[in-house]
């Protein structure tokens, strides 16, 4: 077992209020087996409820790659969900509800990203492949290196993700053209691409550049009313793919508990004073 108890990650608390998650696979180039993401899963369903983290930064070791996708030696191995043995061929309803529960942890396992309470900072650098357009995607803020080489690799594995992309890039981005271009085709594309059509916010120099500019901003979240702050983004995430009524309402509904907090008129105080705020765990 590595730090904090898990295999694959390196999960640290390098400054107040402010969690640095890593892959810590730099020997395979960060490659996601089926035991690296459900570990995943327990590192940010862990962190979401952690009141000493209000921001969490997450990235990969290394120099070459923020993860080069799904592990194909995993894959190609016999057993799989991929290949399976020649008994499980014997009966297709079988089989497929045996793949659906599968899919269905897999889809979890990703999706514990984004419903982790606190803003989930991605940094990518290096090979963003396959798998990781998924994992990043369900991300609230990405921020990439020059050198970030990105595609959604799944077509030329012979399928179409169903793990978070095509659901999630489409809402993220705003040219829906180009979604279907790049999962068609699953061709690579770069840093100033990436920016250009909205996937990531911001393009720095290197990797480490790219992570000053995260921990930058993970701390100014770190110095706000966490109550604000979560439901800001619980707000985004849960308005999105419904009518402006539906948010509002549901808005509405959320706030009138969740605007009593003491956070409020310390805020204010604040502001009126031109002094910098503190605020108690939630």
């Not at 396992?109 to 492949?129: N, Q, Y």
């Not at 020059?146 to 705003?174: H, M, N, Q, W, Y």
């Not at 008129?265 to 910098?276: E, G, H, T």
């Amino acid at each position: 077992m590595g730090e904090n108890g898990y295999t694959h990650f390196r999960v640290t608390v390098p400054e107040p209020w402010v969690a640095h998650v890593e892959i810590n696979r730099p020997d395979k180039l960060n490659a996601l087996s089926q035991e690296v993401w459900l570990e995943l899963r327990s590192v940010f369903d862990r962190l979401s409820v952690d009141p000493s983290v209000r921001a969490v930064v997450f990235s990969g070791s290394g120099e070459k790659a923020f993860s080069v996708g799904i592990d194909l030696k995993w894959v190609a191995k016999e057993g799989s969900p991929f290949v399976p043995r020649p008994e499980e061929y014997a009966d297709p309803a079988r089989r497929a509800a045996a793949l659906r529960r599968f899919g269905i942890e897999f889809q979890d396992c990703i999706t514990s990203i984004e419903k982790c309470e606190k803003p989930v900072i991605c940094v990518l650098h290096g090979f963003a492949l396959g798998v990781t357009a998924d994992i990043c995607s369900a991300a609230d803020i990405r921020i990439c290196s020059k050198d970030t080489v990105f595609c959604v690799k799944e077509v030329d594995l012979g399928i179409a993700s169903d793990i978070g992309i095509l659901a999630r890039l489409p809402k993220v981005v705003g040219s829906y053209t180009w979604v279907k271009e790049v999962a068609m085709t699953g061709r690579n594309f770069g840093a100033d691409e990436a920016y250009r059509v909205g996937f990531v916010g911001s393009v720095l120099p290197t990797k480490q550049d790219a992570l000053v500019e995260a921990f930058r901003v993970a701390r100014s979240l770190g110095g706000k009313s966490p109550v604000a702050v979560q439901a800001v983004k619980h707000f985004l995430d849960y308005s999105r793919g419904r009518t402006v009524a539906e948010g509002l309402q549901y808005q509405l509904a959320y706030n009138t508990a969740v605007v009593q907090t003491k956070d409020v008129p310390d805020a204010i105080k604040a502001l009126m004073s031109k002094k910098a705020p503190t605020f108690e765990k939630l």
